[in-house]
C-alpha cells in the first residue's frame, strides 16, 4: 500500500479518536489493551488491509486518549477558576496574550500567575499592550455556564467582565509578545486604514474578507447574510484565503524566483496570513492545504486533496481537540472542503456534456457539492434552511476575488496617501456594492428562508439531508465505475 493511503487511513484513526474523546471517556487500562493489541496485530501482518486497520485502531486510541486528557484539563481549570470566583480576591494579577476588537468593547486573553487562561473584556479604556503586567481589582467573574462552549473552542477557564480599571504595572520582555503585540498593531493600522478609502458597510465587509473582522456590519446585513445561505463570505475562509494563495504564486512565478526561494516566500506568507486574520479553523485548514501544495511543488510531488485535508485536520485537532465539539466553523470549513474533493469531481464528470458558461458551471456545482455536506449541521444547529442559497452564490461569489483584490490594494496605498487608496478602491466599492445589492434582493424574496423552531425537526431533517448525501456520493460514484 502507498504510504500516502497508509498515512490517510492512521489521520482517519486519530481524528474518529477526537471525535469520540470528546463525548466518552474509557479507562486508560482498557486503552492500554487496545493500544499493545493494535501495535500486535500490525506487527504481524505489516502494512495489508489488516494491518491497517490495527494502525487505525492504534492512531484513533491515541485521538481518543489526548481529547480525554484536553476534556479533563479545562474541567480543571474552570473548577479552578469557578473557586476563584466564589472566594471574590481582591485583584488578579495577569500577563495580556491577545488582543481583538469587538463592536463596543476589547477583548484580551490574559494568563495568571497560576497559569490559567482567561479572556478579559475590557470598555472605554486605552488599548492594553500584549505583554502587559496587569493587576485587575476587584474583578467581575462570569460564571453563565451557557458561555462555556466559546470558552473551551477558545482554550480558556473563564471570563472576567468589564472592570472599572486594569492597571499596567509594567511589561514582561518576550520576544513572542512583541511579536504579537506588532502584528496586532499591524492589523489595526490594515482595517482604519480600510476604513478610510471604503465607507461603511463596504469597508466592514472587505475586512471580513481580508482580515476576518465582523464588528462594522450592520446586524440587518447579517441576517441577510444568513437568509441567503451567504454568511461565509463575511468572515475569512478557506476561499479567501485559496484565492490569495494563488494570487502569490503567480506573483513569485512571474519574478522567477527559484523553487527553494519560492517556497519559503509562499510559506511565510501563508503563515503570517493565517495569524494575521486571528488563526480561524478555516483560515488554518486551508493554510495547511495550501502549505502541503507549495510543498508538493517544491518537492515535486503529486498533491492529494484528501491527504492534506486529513493532515490539517489531525494537527489542528492535535493542537486543540476541544474544536471538532465546540467550534461549528471548523466542522463546517471540513465539510465544505470535503465535499468540494469528493462529491465535486463525480458531480463535474457526471454533467461534463452540459456547456460551461464562462465558468458558471462549475460555480453552480462547486457550491452544490459544498452545501450538500454541510447542509445536515446547518439545519442541526440554527435550523434556518436557505431556499436561495445557490442562486446567491452564483451571483455573489465570482466577484469576491476582485472584491479582496482592490480592497487590498486601496488600503495599502491609503497607508501612503488617502486619496490615492480611495481611487483605487474605487472598484472594490462598487463591486461590494453590487453584492449588497444582490443580498438584499434575494433576501427580500419571499420565504428565502425556512425556520425551524423544533429540536426535533431540526434533527429529523438533518438526518434525512446527511443520508441523502451520502447516497448521492456513492450514487455517483457507482456510476462513474460503471461508465
Known amino acids: 500500500m502507498h504510504p ?20 466518552f471517556a474509557l479507562s486508560d487500562w482498557l486503552l492500554i489493551c487496545l493500544c499493545i493489541v493494535g501495535l500486535m496485530v500490525l506487527a504481524w501482518h505489516g502494512f495489508n488491509t489488516v494491518g491497517i486497520s490495527a494502525l487505525a485502531l492504534v492512531a484513533l486510541v491515541a485521538g481518543l486518549a489526548i481529547a480525554v ?41 490574559i494568563k495568571t500567575d497560576e497559569g490559567t487562561t482567561l479572556a478579559l473584556l475590557i470598555a472605554n479604556q486605552k488599548p492594553l499592550h500584549i505583554g502587559s503586567i496587569i493587576r485587575i481589582a476587584s474583578p467581575i467573574f462570569d460564571t453563565d455556564s451557557k458561555s462555556e462552549p466559546f470558552l473551551k473552542r477558545d482554550g480558556v477557564a473563564g471570563t472576567i467582565l468589564f472592570p472599572d480599571t486594569a492597571e499596567t504595572m509594567g511589561r514582561e520582555q518576550a520576544l513572542r ?46 441576517d441577510d447574510f444568513t437568509r441567503t445561505g451567504l454568511a461565509h463570505i463575511v468572515a475569512v475562509s478557506g476561499y479567501n484565503i485559496s484565492i490569495l494563495i494563488v494570487a502569490v504564486s503567480t506573483i513569485i512565478g512571474a519574478v522567477a524566483l527559484s523553487r527553494g526561494a519560492a517556497f519559503w516566500v509562499g510559506a511565510v506568507f501563508i503563515a503570517l496570513f493565517a495569524i494575521f486574520t486571528g488563526a480561524a479553523a478555516s483560515v488554518v485548514r486551508a493554510s495547511v492545504m495550501g502549505f502541503l501544495v507549495i510543498l508538493a511543488q517544491k518537492e515535486s510531488r503529486m498533491y492529494s486533496g484528501r491527504v492534506a485535508l486529513a493532515f490539517a485536520g489531525t494537527a489542528m485537532l492535535a493542537a486543540n481537540p476541544l474544536v471538532l465539539r465546540y467550534d461549528l466553523g471548523f466542522t463546517l470549513s471540513f465539510l465544505a472542503t470535503t465535499g468540494l474533493l469528493m462529491l465535486y469531481p463525480l458531480l463535474a464528470e457526471r454533467f461534463a456534456h452540459l456547456p460551461k458558461f464562462l465558468d458558471g458551471k462549475d460555480l453552480v456545482l462547486q457550491t452544490i457539492s459544498a452545501q450538500l455536506l454541510v447542509l445536515p449541521v446547518i439545519i442541526i444547529a440554527f435550523g434556518n434552511i436557505s431556499t436561495v442559497f445557490l442562486a446567491a452564490n452564483i451571483a455573489v461569489l465570482p466577484f469576491i476575488p476582485s472584491a479582496m483584490f482592490f480592497s487590498f490594494f486601496g488600503a495599502m496605498a491609503g497607508l501612503a496617501h488617502i486619496g490615492i487608496g480611495r481611487i483605487i478602491a474605487l472598484p472594490a466599492y462598487a463591486i461590494i456594492s453590487y453584492q449588497i445589492s444582490a443580498i438584499k434582493f434575494f433576501s427580500a424574496i419571499p420565504s428565502a428562508a425556512v425556520s425551524l423552531p423544533s429540536s426535533a425537526l431540526r434533527w429529523g431533517l438533518g438526518s434525512i439531508a446527511a443520508a441523502f448525501a451520502i447516497w448521492i456520493y456513492y450514487k455517483l460514484k457507482d456510476n462513474s465505475i460503471k461508465s
Open 4 to 23: 500516502s493511503r497508509i498515512f490517510f487511513y492512521a489521520c482517519i484513526g486519530f481524528i474518529a479518536g477526537i471525535a469520540a474523546g470528546n463525548f
Open 69 to 109: 486528557d484536553e476534556r479533563t484539563a479545562w474541567d480543571r481549570a474552570r473548577a479552578f477558576f469557578l473557586a476563584k470566583a466564589l472566594a471574590e480576591p481582591d485583584a488578579i494579577i495577569a500577563v495580556v496574550t491577545r488582543r481583538a476588537y469587538l463592536k463596543n468593547s476589547t477583548y484580551y486573553r
Open 177 to 222: 509578545h512583541a511579536f504579537w503585540e506588532n502584528l496586532a498593531l499591524a492589523r489595526e493600522s490594515f482595517e482604519r486604514h480600510l476604513a478610510l478609502v471604503l465607507p461603511e458597510p463596504h469597508a466592514s465587509l472587505a475586512a471580513g474578507l481580508l482580515t476576518g473582522a465582523r464588528t462594522g456590519l450592520p446586524q440587518n446585513l447579517k
